[in-house]
């Protein structure tokens, strides 16, 4: 798409991205009770929840656009003796084998994406997945006050042209519930939630997914 989606995160001042998000928690005692583990994190950012992983024992592979992202995170990771394979590339196109992995997350950094884009990156999850793994997701809400904004640019029905926290401009892909068992066909779905978030007073509206490689 020509668009620079990787974020440059040595521009980004919040701590919102430095705590591991609640979720983790319950999945890697889960993963971690199934017997997973090779688990890979897509879009990893400065890597909050790939640095819980290893330190739960997972074998890790974080994954990103962002170079000063990527950096970030080899930093802490080097300081917590943790070992963690960084490596850079496009949600859209994975360099990694087929069944390479027994658990994935993707943590807000899927939707950077418009409509053709989603299903190359739902149908590069399910190959690089192994046949029982678990895959969690959340996607933005059409609920979302920003995908109801009418001063954006939209690029198709369910892709609005949003800025981002360190300024750049990249494309957010939105979707209703009814969209998103199509979305995620080639998967079980085990559970969808439907939250709002409050970032500094502005409602926020995503779903958290969780589906399953049959
Ligand atoms: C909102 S941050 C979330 C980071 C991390 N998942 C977390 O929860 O802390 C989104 C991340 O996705 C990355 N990203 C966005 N589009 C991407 C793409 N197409 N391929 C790989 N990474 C991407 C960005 O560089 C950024 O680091």
Not at 18 to 26: A, G, K, L, R
Not at 43 to 54: D, T
């Given at each position: 798409m020509g668009i620079n989606k990787g974020w440059l995160w040595t521009k980004i001042d919040s701590d919102y991205w430095s705590e591991p998000s609640e979720e983790i928690y319950y999945l890697a005692s889960r993963w971690k009770d199934m017997g997973y583990k090779g688990f890979l994190d897509l879009?990893?950012?400065?890597?909050r929840h790939s640095i819980h992983m290893a330190s739960q024992g997972f074998d890790v592979t974080a994954y990103d656009l962002s170079d000063t992202g990527l950096q970030l995170l080899r930093d802490k990771a080097s300081k917590l003796d943790l070992s963690i394979q960084t490596v850079k590339g496009d949600n859209e196109k994975l360099p990694f084998k087929d069944s390479s992995f027994d658990c994935l997350l993707a943590y807000h950094s899927?939707?950077?994406?418009?409509s053709e884009g989603m299903g190359r990156i739902v149908s590069e999850m399910h190959r690089v997945l192994g046949s029982g793994g678990e895959v969690y997701l959340t996607l933005i809400s059409k609920s979302h006050p920003d995908y109801l904004r009418d001063d954006l640019e939209k690029l198709?029905?369910?892709?609005v042209m949003k800025p981002e926290e360190d300024g750049s401009i990249v494309p957010h892909y939105f979707v209703s519930y009814e969209e998103i068992e199509e979305l995620l066909h080639p998967f079980e779905v085990i559970k969808v939630k439907h939250v709002e978030d409050f970032f500094s007073g502005k409602s926020s509206w995503h779903y958290f997914v969780h589906i399953r490689k049959p």
């Amino acid at each position: 798409m020509g668009i620079n989606k990787g974020w440059l995160w040595t521009k980004i001042d919040s701590d919102y991205w430095s705590e591991p998000s609640e979720e983790i928690y319950y999945l890697a005692s889960r993963w971690k009770d199934m017997g997973y583990k090779g688990f890979l994190d897509l879009g990893c950012g400065i890597g909050r929840h790939s640095i819980h992983m290893a330190s739960q024992g997972f074998d890790v592979t974080a994954y990103d656009l962002s170079d000063t992202g990527l950096q970030l995170l080899r930093d802490k990771a080097s300081k917590l003796d943790l070992s963690i394979q960084t490596v850079k590339g496009d949600n859209e196109k994975l360099p990694f084998k087929d069944s390479s992995f027994d658990c994935l997350l993707a943590y807000h950094s899927l939707y950077h994406s418009d409509s053709e884009g989603m299903g190359r990156i739902v149908s590069e999850m399910h190959r690089v997945l192994g046949s029982g793994g678990e895959v969690y997701l959340t996607l933005i809400s059409k609920s979302h006050p920003d995908y109801l904004r009418d001063d954006l640019e939209k690029l198709d029905a369910n892709t609005v042209m949003k800025p981002e926290e360190d300024g750049s401009i990249v494309p957010h892909y939105f979707v209703s519930y009814e969209e998103i068992e199509e979305l995620l066909h080639p998967f079980e779905v085990i559970k969808v939630k439907h939250v709002e978030d409050f970032f500094s007073g502005k409602s926020s509206w995503h779903y958290f997914v969780h589906i399953r490689k049959p």
